[in-house]
């Protein structure tokens, strides 16, 4: 069943407040929060417990100087340490260059140029912890730094730790570090345009169910003026013939006007009120045909509590008057029924006039059917049903109304429970 304006409010669930385009700055720089943080600290320190592990358990190639253990694991804590702090300013770099912006050479051999710098940095700054706890590799590279002495790998030569194999490692790292960056700005910037997308959305759904506010207002606004224009024109035709009469039809005319007034702002009301308001109408009807109209009700009790579209049945009566009744040279008989069939509710207006064969369309048959139909799409979608047919009974119209059965306390257990859903 399509959601009603009449019933179906926005929800009021806030979306995810914590990462929104607001949030975001304009380079796509965000700050690391607490947990992403924490999470730098855990990964690191699960690499130099790692790294610490290898080191201790290759204990070949180093001969160290100081305690065999505790050199090894704090050098291995220290420079994935150094990458922990390095790691928000990669993070700060990714979002400079942002994946989702055009690339271009020149922003590609500024990265290279800058991981080059930070993996030349580290792997110097690593070396030199490593000479000054004299933690030296019997032969060939280790994980820690370069080889002393006067080779390729010296310390004494800064510069010749390009050609050894630890910044190639540094300069990996970097490229990894520098990707995960890419990960969380694309992360962060997808989380922002879904929230954007959400708000859109409700935003988008808040101005239809106002236009449709909007329409059935409107709708209702031209229904009174037609009704009120008619009902006029039925007391104007009685004031010579039977002036008594026609204090009896302003009294009821009056009744029906405040009613009118009184539930203008309700699309919706309960059939037993539509059928008050009916019977003051009736009631009119049979004054200007001075007793010539059977008018018979038939309304199951089980359908009074169920809500209809207001003044519903009104308009299918005056069409059964205009176009039936008034058709005929003998007395007029016009039925009004109402039951409940499971889950949906029938009204139906039938007369023994000339029958639907005289209208050749709905709309033929004036303002007030075809703004029922415009009412009944707006409030049901396509779960409705405005049908014209021969009545059954001596010929004459059927004019039947099929909607969603729906009484107060069934929306309010809806309701209810879609608040608890949400």
């Not at 229904?223 to 009896?248: C, K, M, Q, W, Y």
């Not at 205009?322 to 409940?340: D, T, Y």
């Not at 029958?355 to 799409?377: F, T, Y």
């Amino acid at each position: 069943m399509k959601c009603t304006p009449a019933h179906c409010k926005l929800s009021e669930r806030p979306y995810d407040q914590g990462v929104t385009s607001a949030t975001i700055p304009a380079d796509g720089t965000k700050p690391l929060t607490r947990a992403e943080l924490l999470g730098v600290f855990a990964f690191w320190t699960v690499m130099a417990v790692l790294t610490a592990a290898n080191r201790i358990a290759d204990q070949r190639d180093v001969v160290f100087s100081a305690v065999p253990h505790a050199v090894p694991i704090g050098l291995a804590f220290q420079q994935m340490y150094l990458w922990a702090l390095l790691t928000p300013l990669l993070f700060w770099i990714a979002g400079r260059f942002s994946v989702e912006r055009s690339s271009t050479w020149v922003k590609v051999l500024i990265l290279i140029a800058v991981g080059l710098g930070i993996a030349f940095s580290v792997d110097l700054f690593n070396s030199a912890l490593v000479r000054f706890f004299d933690a030296r590799p019997a032969r060939g590279a280790s994980i820690l730094g370069p080889s002393r002495g006067g080779g390729p790998g010296s310390l004494s030569d800064p510069f010749s730790v390009l050609r050894g194999p630890m910044i190639l490692n540094h300069f990996i790292l970097f490229w990894g570090v520098l990707a995960a960056g890419f990960a969380r700005d694309y992360f962060l910037r997808f989380r922002a345009r879904e929230h954007e997308t959400a708000v859109l959305q409700a935003e988008t759904a808040q101005l239809q169910t106002q236009l449709a506010e909007a329409k059935l207002s409107a709708l209702n606004a031209q229904l009174n003026p037609h009704f009120l224009f008619n009902t006029l024109n039925a007391i104007s035709s009685l004031v010579e013939r039977d002036p008594r009469g026609v204090r009896r039809m302003i009294a009821r005319l009056s009744e029906l006007l405040r009613y009118t007034l009184d539930g203008g702002t309700e699309h919706e009301v309960l059939l037993s009120q539509e059928i008050w308001f009916l019977e003051r109408y009736l009631e009119i009807m049979q004054l200007r045909f001075e007793g010539k109209l059977d008018v018979g009700l038939e309304i199951a009790d089980d359908a009074r509590e169920a809500l209809v579209p207001s003044l519903v049945l009104q308009p299918l009566v005056e069409n059964a008057v205009k176009h039936g009744v008034e058709k005929i040279s003998g007395p007029g008989r016009i039925r009004i029924r109402a039951r409940r069939e499971g889950g949906r509710l029938v009204m139906a207006v039938s007369d023994n006039g000339p029958g639907p064969s005289k209208i050749a369309r709905l709309d033929d048959v004036g303002v007030g059917l075809a703004n029922i139909r415009q009412r009944l799409e707006q409030l049901y979608g396509s779960d409705q049903s405005l049908t014209l047919a021969e009545a059954a009974e001596g010929g004459g119209t059927l004019a039947q109304v099929t909607i969603p059965f729906r009484s107060r306390a069934e929306l309010r257990t809806t309701l209810v429970a879609s608040e608890a859903v949400r």
